[in-house]
T-cell receptor
Framework: EPEVTQTPSHQVTQMGQEVILRCVPISNHLYFYWYRQILGQKVEFLVSFYNNEISEKSEIFDDQFSVERPDGSNFTLKIRSTKLEDSAMYFC????????FGAGTRLSVL | GEDVEQSLFLSVREGDSSVINCTYTDSSSTYLYWYKQEPGAGLQLLTYIFSNMDMKQDQRLTVLLNKKDKHLSLRIADTQTGDSAIYFCASHKDTGRRALTFGSGTRLQVQP
């Protein structure tokens, strides 16, 4: 069964460093998403991406965040200068009719 | 904006039925989902229902939708210990970003 793949499963970084979280969506899907889940809180929408551009973003997705589809398979989330409060699980999803999620990347900012 | 609420915890005995409830606020929500999250794992799509349906059954899972009360439920028949997980209700509209709005999740504990 096709699945969304995320790497790495756990990323540890120092505050102020840049991180790139990677996702390989399901191959025939055209819509891609990033969500995050801070420990003990709800899963929150960050950004949606279609046709090589951002289609919508939440108020969380500020200038320190960016997304890119650098080739035909990868979809990345970059955090330019990480803060302690960026520590969370980050989920990638892709959609045909419904959204399928990856296993997530746990980001720990020290 | 949309808000989705769930009770936080449910404990059942193995073999019993589990019913997990969810309420949502936006009556224009047209797609409603149930996801399962096991410890350390991602969000597994269990089932979904469109707002023009009242019920959907898929093996041990039954989803009921009451549009008037904006209430969604997930019934798991013959609950097994492997069903122990957190269950998330989520919704989105048929237009715009189609980003999901999630509930806080219900932790289901199945006792042998």
């Amino acid at each position: 069964e096709p699945e969304v793949t995320q790497t790495p499963s756990h990323q540890v970084t120092q505050m102020g460093q840049e991180v790139i979280l990677r996702c390989v969506p399901i191959s025939n899907h055209l819509y891609f998403y990033w969500y995050r889940q801070i420990l003990g809180q709800k899963v929150e929408f960050l950004v949606s991406f279609y046709n090589n551009e951002i289609s919508e973003k939440s108020e969380i997705f500020d200038d320190q965040f960016s997304v890119e589809r650098p080739d035909g398979s990868n979809f990345t989330l970059k955090i330019r200068s990480t803060k302690l409060e960026d520590s969370a699980m980050y989920f990638c999803a892709s959609r045909d009719k419904v959204q399928y999620f990856g296993a997530g990347t746990r980001l720990s900012v020290l | 904006g949309e808000d989705v609420e769930q009770s936080l915890f449910l404990s059942v005995r193995e073999g019993d039925s589990s019913v997990i409830n969810c309420t949502y606020t936006d009556s224009s929500s047209t797609y409603l989902y149930w996801y399962k999250q096991e410890p350390g794992a991602g969000l597994q799509l269990l089932t979904y229902i469109f707002s023009n349906m009242d019920m959907k059954q898929d093996q041990r899972l039954t989803v009921l939708l009451n549009k008037k009360d904006k209430h969604l439920s997930l019934r798991i028949a013959d609950t097994q210990t492997g069903d122990s997980a957190i269950y998330f209700c989520a919704s989105h509209k048929d237009t715009g970003r189609r980003a999901l709005t999630f509930g806080s999740g219900t932790r289901l504990q199945v006792q042998p």
